[in-house]
């Protein structure tokens, strides 16, 4: 069984930083790609960044230049450093990863458990 776990959120002034981390335990042979998301209160889900094992990570356009997807593959870890935070940044962020297992070699998707995120004055 292989869970994401999600931590490193909490509050922070605009123009501030955060690193949010998700680490995948069990029986994990790999992480093959990892998506962030996020939602904000009464809002959609939208995509906020990913990237796919051998490609280079990919942002939307509303994080793009502030927000930087990096991995530690020896922890089966995947970070989102977020900069230069703003008000609209304020949402609960998921990721959801790709991983290989024994059991799924081609990787299954997983979720992880969300952590909120606030940016305010």
């Known amino acids: 069984q292989v869970q994401l776990v999600q931590s490193g959120g909490g509050s922070v002034q605009p123009g501030g930083s955060l690193n949010l981390s998700c680490v995948a335990s069990?029986?994990?042979?790999?992480?093959?790609?990892m998506v962030w998301y996020r939602q904000a209160a009464g809002k959609a889900q939208e995509l906020v960044a990913r990237?796919?094992?051998?490609?280079?990570?990919t942002y939307e356009d509303p994080v793009k230049g502030r927000f930087t997807i990096s991995r530690d593959n020896a922890k089966n870890a995947v970070y989102l450093q977020m900069r230069n935070l703003k008000p609209e940044d304020t949402a609960v962020y998921y990721c959801n990863g790709a991983v290989s297992t024994p059991q799924s070699t081609a990787g299954s998707w997983y979720w992880g458990q969300g952590t909120q995120v606030t940016v305010s004055s």
């Open positions: 990237f796919i094992t051998g490609a280079d990570p």
């Open positions: 069990g029986d994990v042979i790999s992480i093959n790609a």
